[in-house]
């Protein structure tokens, strides 16, 4: 069965697996202690720590080894805020951060402190000098993914950091999804990142910190891994992230530029076989191996659980598949199309063959629930009329889309549907729709049953 979901975790590399069987064996025993065992366990734990310092560009007392990615950013951000408190109590960051720095930024935000978020763009990147521009007096720390977990885009990370040096504030990257494809552009003072997102075992973080950076570990105190990450190291798990971290950096020029052949091919050939498709993200600059795309009046939950039953894991952004019925942060920052959405992260060792297979199965899948859920084509009644409600209140995505395609064809061209939907997926949804339609979307206003009313004008 493909699995195409290695953004959410990849597969065990098989140098993890050889590592962690060995560090069972050998380093079961407490690193800090002084007899032969102990000797051994701490051999193993400062030989991963050199692999991963290296792989990640800093030295190897800046990098300490926590129970999960979203610990390091979790301790990143509260301790470099603490370190910093003099300086402010403000915080950057971009609108397409992992949840994981949205929640610190909250949790910051709950004792106090202000939260800055900068927009991003359709291509869901940051522009430099607007993240700049919030660089002022009082910020202690600007937050930057290197790569969006969603839709892949880069971020421009060495023009943010120079500008945060400038402006005296560190920056803390969360290079999680980017860490196993390259090293990440210099001049960042924090680093967050997890093993299972390059094909070690889950359970393994890693946070560096550079020297010079004032930071506060917060929390009860501990004597291992500099303070910064409490408790028992998992030994053979850090030993099993640190090997195959070097092993997939080692494959990653040629390995990313063959997924990037296939992704490329998924990225020209489904809106050529599916119609009504939107690939998000930057065409260009991307991560190598994973690709998005939004389907026009489709239910993502529906989507998902067929390619599943066509033997393919892939994963969404869509409100459809959120029990909140929420669209995923991500899309609705970037302002583009979320339902029917559809997240494509291969894994290293995928074959031609499977993209292929998965390429021939989309378009049956789609017209399937498409057609399941009512949107075939409705002729234009005869009568046109001047404007038209639809009320789709109580009936979530993709159902408002549809209902206002069906009825489009019969308002006069300059005439309007206004659309009364309280689904929050609508926001987005429906300005997508016009683009992608070539409809005049003219904006949103309440209605008389307090629901928002989204106003369409019919152009062509």
Known sequence: MPYFDAASAAPLHPVARQALLAALDEGWADPARLYREGRRARLLLDAAREAAAEAVGCRPDELVFTPSGTRAVHSGVSGALAGRRRAGGRLVVSAVEHSSVLHAGEAHAAAGGTVTEVPVGRTGAVDPEVFAAELGEGTA?????????????????????????????????????????????????????????????????????????????????????????PGFENLPAIVAAA???????????????????????????VPELVPDVEVVGDPVRRLPHLVTFSCLYVDGETLLSELDREEFSVSSGSSCTSSTLTPSHVLRAMGVLSEGNVRVSLPAGTREADVDRFLAV?????????????????????????????????????????????????????????????????????????????????GEGPSPQGAPAYVVRRTA
Not at 246 to 267: Q, S
Not at 406 to 419: A, Y
Request: aromatic fraction near 4%; proline fraction near 7%.
């Open 243 to 269: 090997a195959s971290l070097r092993a997939v950096r080692a494959e990653a020029v040629a390995e990313g530029a063959r997924l990037r052949g296939l992704v490329d091919r998924i990225r020209a050939r």
């Open 141 to 229: 720390l600007a937050c930057l993914q290197t790569a969006n977990h969603e839709v892949g885009t880069e971020q421009p990370v060495a023009e943010v950091a120079e500008a945060c040096r400038a402006a005296g504030v560190p920056l803390l990257v969360d290079a999680a999804q980017s860490l196993g494809w390259g090293p990440v552009p210099a001049g960042w003072s924090l680093l967050a990142a997890s093993a299972h997102k390059w094909g070690g075992p889950a359970g393994v973080g890693l946070l560096a910190v550079r020297k010079g950076v004032r930071f506060a570990p917060q929390g009860p105190s501990d004597e291992r891994e500099s303070g910064r990450a």
């Open 362 to 442: 989309l378009p049956g899948v789609v017209a399937s629930v498409r057609e399941r859920l009512g949107a075939a084509p409705v002729a234009a009644e005869p009568a046109l009329a001047e404007e038209l409600v639809v009320d789709a209140l109580g009936k979530r995505c993709p159902i408002p889309v549809i209902e206002l395609a069906k009825v489009i064809g019969s308002v006069r061209v300059g005439g309007t549907v206004t659309v009364l939907s309280d689904d929050a997926a609508a926001r987005l949804d429906i300005p997508a729709w016009c683009e992608m339609r070539g409809q005049e979307y003219v």
